[in-house]
């Protein structure tokens, strides 16, 4: 079996030798490392790794030796929101928003989502698949090394079904880590505008069965928002999820507190995900739960709009996650480098702390904790190594660096 060896790593990070769920309150701001490390892999996963002065015997005629003297690595970036299958961009609607438009106003006027879904609607398959394949190569190239996609630009049941299948397709050409989120209820179509109710019974009696069957996706997700959809709508899907045995992963929060993170935690979401505006009551409705929170500070930092307050939901005890939202609308990039800086400069969190939620709670809020999300023997051989470094603090720091030198995938370089 194909072994490769790492040696004289300058910091090997996020070294947990037990496998963890996810880190919570104080705990996020402690990142285990080792200074200068090797690290061991065969085949697809990790099998070993420690300090120099403790390297094992190796036979050195099976086993290919890489000196990475002055450079760090990580496991890769777990990003667990995205919404990167998607048709062309919305370059007009950018230049719309400089010129003062809100999301809201723009999404008002026919743009935003529904802009998504007709661009979705009149391209193929194929043509899908290709684009969203240039999106995945350019975020392996970033480091990540396990993304969640979401449909939810289809919003029909063809166009919806064909977004599922390309991300199964997706699965199958590339060994990053891929999790499907059926997001029907993004947006209510043009054609049910005056009658939103029969849209969501359209997405529960018919497309949610048919896409059990095929086992497209693996969460469901809603749009839980003041103008989208009602804490109501938000419990009607859930339910429905869990009898197809979908987990939800919702939007909540993004612009308004309207009860979607209680209907959330009653159903065990995994991840409540946004979170720009959370209440006290809200806060509070998440502790001692499994559900993870996550913000997305790319998707803050375009819209100009607050920032999930971190601070004080670790303050409270609460884990975080931290994922792109990657999409053409409030977050065209995925580039988790960028998340964990704007996180670190924004929300004030340590570079400890913005580690840790991207890469094991990131990790937990697909399910994927037991695979990725840190370096554990047994874990998927699934990291980066980065250019010289000072220290890992360097990733936020230089925040527009480009400072991954390669990522592997599956013990592969990618
Ligand atoms: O997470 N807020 C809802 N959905 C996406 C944006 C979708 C779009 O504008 O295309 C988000 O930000
Ligand atoms: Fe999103």
């Known amino acids: 079996m194909r072994k490769l060896l790492f040696t004289n790593i300058k910091e090997l990070v996020q070294v947990r030798e037990k496998g963890i769920s996810f880190v919570a309150g104080a705990k996020m701001d402690v990142l285990?490392?080792?200074?200068?490390?090797?690290?061991?892999?065969?085949?697809?996963?990790?099998?070993?790794?420690?300090?120099?002065?403790?390297?094992?015997?190796?036979?050195?005629?099976?086993?290919?030796?890489?000196?990475?003297?002055?450079?760090?690595?990580?496991?890769?970036?777990?990003?667990?929101?995205?919404?990167?299958?998607?048709?062309?961009?919305?370059?007009?609607?950018?230049?719309?928003?400089?010129?003062?438009?809100?999301?809201?106003?723009?999404?008002?006027?026919?743009?935003?989502?529904?802009?998504?879904?007709?661009?979705?609607?009149?391209?193929?398959?194929?043509?899908?698949?290709?684009?969203?394949?240039?999106?995945?190569?350019?975020?392996?190239?970033?480091?990540?090394?396990?993304?969640?996609?979401?449909?939810?630009?289809?919003?029909?049941?063809?166009?919806?079904?064909?977004?599922?299948?390309?991300?199964?397709?997706?699965?199958?050409?590339?060994?990053?880590?891929?999790?499907?989120?059926?997001?029907?209820?993004?947006?209510?179509?043009?054609?049910?505008?005056?009658?939103?109710q029969a849209y969501l019974q359209l997405l529960v009696e018919e497309l949610m069965p048919m896409i059990a069957?095929?086992?497209?996706?693996?969460?469901?997700?809603?749009?839980?928002?003041?103008?989208?959809?009602?804490?109501?709508?938000?419990?009607?899907?859930?339910?429905?999820?869990?009898y197809h045995g979908l987990a939800p992963k919702i939007h909540v929060n993004q612009f308004t507190s309207i009860g979607g993170v209680q209907v959330g935690v009653k159903y065990d979401a995994l991840s409540v995900d946004h979170l720009e505006v959370m209440t006290d009551e809200d806060i509070d409705a998440l502790k001692g739960t499994k559900t993870m929170p996550v913000a997305l500070p790319g998707c803050s930092f375009f819209l100009g709009i607050p920032y999930t307050p971190a601070r004080t939901m670790i303050q409270a005890g609460l884990p975080l996650a931290l994922a792109s939202d990657f999409n053409p609308g409030s977050t065209p990039t995925g580039n988790m480098n960028f998340v964990v800086a704007t996180a670190c400069i924004k929300m004030k969190m340590t570079p400890e702390e913005a580690i840790n939620a991207a890469t094991i709670n990131g990790a937990y809020a697909m399910g994927l904790e037991k695979q990725v999300g840190s370096i554990t023997k047994g874990k998927l051989a699934n990291f980066f190594i980065t250019k010289p470094l000072h220290s890992y603090a360097s990733i936020p720091y230089f925040f527009a660096s480009n400072l991954i030198e390669k990522t592997y995938l599956r013990g592969f370089t990618v």
Not at 143 to 166: P, Q
Not at 222 to 240: Q, W
Request: charged fraction near 30%.
């Open 213 to 242: 069957e095929e086992k497209l996706a693996d969460y469901v997700d809603i749009f839980c928002e003041s103008g989208y959809f009602s804490a109501k709508d938000t419990e009607y899907i859930l339910k429905a999820g869990k």
């Open 32 to 196: 285990p490392t080792i200074q200068d490390a090797y690290l061991l892999t065969e085949g697809d996963y990790i099998v070993d790794f420690g300090r120099m002065a403790d390297i094992p015997k190796i036979d050195f005629s099976s086993t290919h030796v890489e000196d990475v003297t002055g450079k760090m690595i990580f496991p890769a970036w777990c990003d667990s929101h995205t919404h990167l299958v998607y048709a062309g961009h919305r370059e007009g609607e950018f230049v719309d928003k400089i010129k003062g438009l809100s999301y809201e106003e723009i999404a008002k006027r026919g743009g935003g989502i529904l802009n998504s879904a007709k661009k979705l609607a009149a391209t193929t398959e194929e043509e899908l698949l290709r684009e969203s394949s240039v999106r995945i190569e350019e975020i392996i190239a970033q480091g990540t090394g396990a993304v969640e996609i979401k449909s939810g630009y289809g919003l029909s049941i063809d166009a919806e079904l064909k977004m599922l299948r390309v991300i199964r397709r997706l699965k199958g050409y590339f060994d990053i880590q891929i999790k499907a989120t059926f997001l029907g209820a993004h947006a209510v179509p043009e054609k049910y505008k005056n009658n939103k």
